[in-house]
């Protein structure tokens, strides 16, 4: 158990993968001196969860691999939250953890099969299935496909799989439209993103991996002050929106503003210059400097240093 006179750290991140961390493009952890910055925060006594709909064995094999080979130090306090709060794992400097499933959250077997079947059978030029899921399914944007040509085989591909779980009396949501099952419920979500589409349960999403993250820190340690999440796309915003139900500081990272920024109660930092994990990379560079005492706060990360106006870290 964890001490409960521990000091509680001056803040924590829940990140969400693609995007701030793993490039969308090459699907990797590679922007310059991201893992250093993280290593460093981790270093410091700073509380990491990736909060992401990637899988666990992605994390295992992107994510993890460049943190230890940078020095993940030993009783740092890393947890990798996967498939939107349905799988989760401890990560040390030994690598990843054992790994936990919900199983009330995974989707039916038969419906897992027939929705890769389809991806395989008709779509496989433009889309593979992420073997790793344990709990959603994943179609994922091949890599070395165009995004153009990937965008215009999704709809239709999400519009099959609309109507294939509909018939299997499954209630099911996609793009504003719902199926109900025969009682009248609707217990599935066809998601889609910028690489991908998942098939998921309606109760999975960034809060409820928020939600998972602090149940797994409560467990080693003192719960940060304050907290940062980042994503690159709207629904990330669910993270620091549970967050701030829940009475925590909170501000927003968001690396793709493009999306359109929504008015928030809470702040939110968005990237300038640069986008996806090269706006991660200045932004943790960014916070490390803080934690160094060589920065005020981090709302304006990715633009000169000496624009920074007076201001802390929230």
Not at 67 to 72: I, N, P
Not at 243 to 264: F, I, N, W
Request: aromatic share 6%; proline share 7%; glycine share 8%.
């Amino acid at each position: 158990m964890p001490a409960t006179d521990a000091p509680r750290p001056p803040f924590g991140l829940l990140l969400d993968v693609d995007g701030p961390v793993a490039s969308p493009v090459t699907r990797t952890v590679s922007a310059p001196g991201l893992v250093d910055s993280l290593v460093e925060l981790a270093a410091a006594g700073v509380p990491l969860v990736f909060n992401t709909g990637r899988s666990d064995r992605f994390l295992r094999e992107q994510v993890v691999p460049p943190l230890l080979a940078a020095g993940l130090p030993a009783g740092a306090r890393v947890h990798a939250v996967c498939e939107k709060g349905a799988v989760w794992a401890t990560v040390t400097a030994a690598g990843l953890g054992e790994v936990r499933v919900d199983e009330a959250l995974a989707v039916p077997a038969d419906a897992a099969r027939r929705v890769e079947a389809l991806a395989q059978e008709r779509y496989a030029d433009t889309m593979f299935v992420d073997p790793g899921k344990r709990a959603m399914v994943s179609l994922e944007q091949r890599l070395d496909v165009a995004s153009d040509v990937y965008l215009r085989a999704q709809g239709p591909f999400e519009a099959e799989v609309f109507d294939l779980l509909a018939g299997l009396g499954l209630g099911v949501a996609w793009r504003g439209e719902e199926r109900p099952d025969a009682d009248g419920r609707v217990g599935w979500r066809i998601d889609p993103t910028i690489i991908s589409t998942d098939l998921e349960s309606v109760l999975l999403g960034k809060d409820r991996g928020a939600e998972v993250a602090l149940r797994l820190l409560a467990g080693d340690g003192a719960l940060p002050r304050a907290w940062r999440t980042a994503g690159d796309s709207r629904t990330d915003y669910a993270m620091a929106d549970w967050l701030h139900e829940q009475g925590h500081p909170v501000a927003h990272v968001d690396v793709r503003p493009a999306d359109g920024v929504p008015d928030k109660p809470y702040p939110v930092h968005v990237a300038r210059t640069t986008v996806h994990d090269e706006a991660g990379a200045a932004w943790l560079r960014r916070l490390a400097e803080v934690v160094r005492g060589e920065a005020l706060h981090d709302a304006d990360f990715d633009v000169d240093p000496r624009a920074e106006r007076a201001g802390a870290l929230a």
